[in-house]
């Protein structure tokens, strides 16, 4: 089956710092990538949808100033989270869809920030 | 897109057939139902989906009641390795840029 990377699979960093997360699919390309959020003993939440060539559409209540997504490629999705608090520690993953059945999401497998 | 509920919780016995409900009572005629399952801390894995048909393949079967309001996930031995969080999800399937939306799924427990 199709391949979905991420970029780093865990990162710490400092209050007030921002930190990129990549995500990449390997083996087919993508026009759309979905970026999901996770925290600790529950469902994933979707942020946001990233489109190539154009802006990310973001869920209600995600602030698009602070979770930057750009897909500036068709295997290339990217997350900034700017200045990042204690809050944004979760998990985050990424889903790119496939080309064969209908529906079906590749994920990947997933990268976990804790800010200081 | 229809929201869905599941048990919070199963257990079952290794070698034994798992059997996870799912309703989606508000499910509309071009929405298709999707099962996903995650391992703990890694990303969610495609299990199988269907429409209106039961459907089979090497990992699961899924069986879809006449009136489409309920499904049920059948994983007929279940091992140690199928322990995770098993999520239905229902979505508009015509395209396959569809996002999906997870409710809080089911925790299957396989015990040896």
């Known amino acids: 089956g199709a391949v979905v990377s991420q970029h780093p699979s865990w990162v710490i960093c400092k209050s007030g710092t921002s930190v990129k997360i990549e995500c990449r699919s390997l083996d087919f390309q993508a026009t759309t990538m979905f970026w999901y959020r996770q925290f600790p003993k529950q469902s994933l939440m979707l942020m946001a949808t990233?489109?190539?060539?154009?802006?990310?559409?973001?869920e209600q209540g995600v602030e698009k100033d602070k979770f930057l997504i750009n897909h500036a490629s068709l295997t290339l999705s990217t997350l900034t989270v700017t200045s990042a608090h204690p809050e944004d520690s979760s998990f985050y993953i990424c889903?790119?869809?496939?080309?064969?059945?209908?529906?079906?999401?590749?994920f990947g497998p997933g990268t976990r920030l804790t800010v200081l | 897109d229809a929201k869905t509920t599941q048990p919070p919780s199963m257990d079952c016995a290794e070698g034994r057939a798992a059997n996870l409900p799912c309703n989606h009572s508000t499910i509309s005629g071009n929405e298709y139902v999707y099962w996903y399952r995650q391992i703990h801390s890694q990303g969610p894995q495609y299990i199988i989906h269907?429409?209106?048909n039961n459907e089979t393949n090497e990992m699961a079967s899924l069986i879809i009641t006449e009136d489409r309001k309920s499904s049920t996930l059948i994983l007929p031995h279940a091992t140690l390795r199928d322990t995770a969080v098993y999520y239905c999800?229902?979505?508009?399937?015509?395209?396959?840029?569809?996002?999906?939306?997870f409710g809080q799924g089911t925790t299957l427990q396989v015990k040896p």
């Open positions: 999800i229902v979505s508009k399937g015509s395209s396959n840029t569809g996002k999906l939306i």
């Open positions: 990233s489109n190539e060539g154009s802006k990310a559409t973001y």
């Open positions: 889903s790119a869809p496939g080309t064969g059945k209908v529906g079906e999401q590749f």
């Open positions: 269907g429409l209106k």
